[in-house]
């Protein structure tokens, strides 16, 4: 099942911001509200990603700095809220302009009901397959001795 099931593009729900400039450079922030939880306890939340432009990088590529790192910045971002939805299992969705996160499993069970009641006989296969026996230590192992633990 996908992880992201927007009607736009993930960017579209980006907010981008910046703080205001220091000796060291330039900072911004990207930010993706998104709501969580049962409707009774619903909660806004939000992910953030930040870049950093230093003096040195917006002298040496001058106008097209901010551009080019916001562009590399967005494209990080997209790849970590993918991962992050996949790590945690979790699809964010809906139709609103502030989207929905929610467990992966609700929707994952629904699915695969209505598989196994398109094939039974796939569900009982597998659920007599045998069970393996575990393996025998070999015979040429040594017990190491309880005693002998790392920072013990």
């Known amino acids: 099942m996908a992880h992201i099931e927007l ?3 993930l960017e579209d729900y980006f907010a ?12 911004f922030v990207i930010t993706l509200p998104y709501f969580s939880g049962a409707a ?3 909660k806004l939340d939000r992910l953030q990603w930040w870049f950093h432009l230093s003096p040195e990088q917006e002298r040496q590529m001058g106008e097209a700095a901010i551009a080019t790192l916001r562009a590399q910045a967005v494209e990080k971002f997209r790849r970590h809220i993918e991962r992050w939805l996949q790590n945690t299992a979790q699809h964010l969705h809906g139709e609103e302009p502030i989207p929905r996160i929610d467990p992966l499993h609700a929707a994952a069970a629904a699915s695969s009901v209505d598989a196994l009641a398109a094939a ?11 069970v393996e026996e575990p393996v025998p230590p070999a015979e040429n192992l040594v017990p190491w ?6 920072n013990g």
Not at 145 to 150: D, H, L, Q
């Open 145 to 150: 001795p309880a005693e002998r633990v790392a």
């Open 120 to 130: 039974p006989e796939a569900a009982s296969a597998s659920i007599s397959a045998p």
């Open 7 to 9: 009607p736009r593009a």
């Open 16 to 27: 981008f911001a910046e703080t205001a400039p220091t000796r060291n450079g330039r900072r």
């Open 40 to 42: 009774s306890a619903q």
